[in-house]
């Protein structure tokens, strides 16, 4: 019983090694997708590069098409509608939307298209923006939605509900 514990905290001692140590950069995020069943979704990274906040999700298990993500404001993601999730992320107060005259939100990340085996992958800079910022009191959530971002429409693109959701978590 002893050993298992100890072996175990190695592990991950080891985990957490490998992970700080991973593209060099000290601040590092990770986020675990769920339905609102609980059931497993896929993951995002998310880290301080040179130009901005990289952003790098996975995701499986989820219906094909284009899909609106976003960075959601608060850190939880409560079902059955992750509405816990709050509005995008958006510190400079910006209407929603890269086509927006107003827009954008920090939060809005491009649309995700998803294949016929469920999977779909997405790499984003938020450019300016650090994991700091992000992180703020009460943290953040990765969102994936119903259907496509319109980049537009204020204040979430008419992406539909809220289908995945994760906490953002520092690593
Ligand atoms: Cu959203």
Not at 13 to 19: E, G, N, P, R
Not at 45 to 60: F, K, M, N, T
Not at 92 to 99: E, S, Y
Not at 153 to 167: E, H, K, L, M, W
């Amino acid at each position: 019983m002893k050993r298992t514990l100890i072996l175990s905290l190695s592990l991950l001692t080891l985990a957490a090694c490998m992970t700080a140590s991973d593209g060099g950069s000290a601040s590092q995020a990770t986020v675990a997708l769920a339905s609102a069943a609980g059931d497993v979704r896929g993951s995002a990274r998310i880290g301080d590069g040179a130009s901005g906040l990289q952003v790098s999700v996975a995701v499986e298990g989820l219906p094909a098409g284009t899909h609106g993500v976003h960075l959601h404001t608060t850190g939880r993601c409560d079902a059955p509608d992750f509405a816990s999730a709050g509005g995008h992320w958006n510190p400079t107060a910006r209407k929603h939307g890269r086509d927006n005259p107003d827009g954008a939100h920090h939060g809005d990340l491009p649309n995700i298209e998803i294949g016929a085996d469920g999977r779909g992958r997405l790499s984003f800079t938020v450019p300016s923006a650090t994991l700091a910022q992000l992180m703020d009191q009460d943290g953040a959530a990765l969102v994936v939605h119903a259907t496509a971002d319109d980049y537009r429409t204020d204040p979430s693109g008419n992406s539909g509900g809220r289908i995945a959701c994760g906490v953002v978590t520092r690593s």
